[in-house]
């Protein structure tokens, strides 16, 4: 079946700290893979997409490269700040079957000062 | 402003009540989706649909129902027989493809006590 994995949060970072979240993914079509970040008690923005292998989605410092060998897409960000603090959910969606997303469970970000 | 909207952003009921979440959309996109999001835990698909008059299941859709006249608006009943309905429901909406993101309401949490 089609399902991603995140790693477990909680993480706490410093400010200006490299973050990585990793993802994996198990996928029984090509899927498109995504990024959302939920700030408290909001709904979900798209933080960053990729729709094929070696394709490297990148936005507000955050970036992720779609590599099909490792079913990976792990997120990166150089340099955190207090208001990169969210969760944040990576999510795969086949083509064809109806647009569905299919979603981690979510890690935790916490970034001090 | 185009954008989704849920209403209310917090709502309340007696248990074995049936109750009606809220989701319209101006963005004229063809598909909408229902998802329930429980702590710590990643988003799951409730039903979604990609067209007027017509909707499919999800993952979780049993004690739950949808409705899909008008292309703009796919309210939710969250009914008597789900058990466990506490929870963080969230409406998105999609351009039909499969690399499209898609877009997030601002979420509905429901309380049943």
């Known amino acids: 079946g089609n399902s991603v994995t995140q790693m477990e949060g909680p993480v706490t970072l410093s400010e200006e700290a490299f973050l990585t979240i990793n993802c994996t993914y198990t996928?029984?079509?090509?899927?498109?893979l995504f990024w959302y970040v939920q700030y408290p008690g909001e709904g979900l923005q798209l933080l960053l997409k990729?729709?094929?292998?070696?394709d490297k989605g990148s936005n507000k410092g955050f970036e992720a490269t779609y590599r099909k060998e490792t079913t990976s897409f792990h997120l990166e960000k150089g340099s955190v700040q207090v208001s990169d603090s969210a969760v944040y959910f990576c999510?795969?969606?086949?083509?064809?079957?109806?647009?569905?997303?299919?979603f981690g469970q979510g890690t935790e970000l916490s970034v001090k000062p | 402003d185009g954008g989704i909207t849920q209403s209310p952003k917090y709502l309340f009921r007696k248990e074995g009540q049936n109750v009606t979440l809220s989701c319209e959309q101006n963005l004229n996109h063809d598909a909408m989706y229902w998802y329930r999001q429980d702590p710590g835990q990643g988003l799951r698909l409730i039903y979604y649909s990609q067209i007027v008059n017509d909707f499919q299941k999800g993952d979780i859709a049993e004690g739950y129902s949808v409705s899909r006249e008008k292309k703009e608006s796919f309210p939710l009943t969250v009914t008597s027989a789900q058990k466990n309905p506490t929870a963080f429901y969230l409406c998105?909406?999609?351009?039909?493809?499969?690399?499209?993101?898609?877009?997030f309401g601002p979420g509905t949490r429901l309380t049943v006590t």
């Open positions: 996928a029984t079509g090509y899927p498109s």
């Open positions: 999510a795969l969606k086949i083509y064809n079957q109806g647009g569905k997303l299919i």
């Open positions: 998105a909406s999609t351009l039909e493809g499969n690399s499209y993101e898609q877009y």
């Open positions: 990729a729709t094929k292998a070696d």
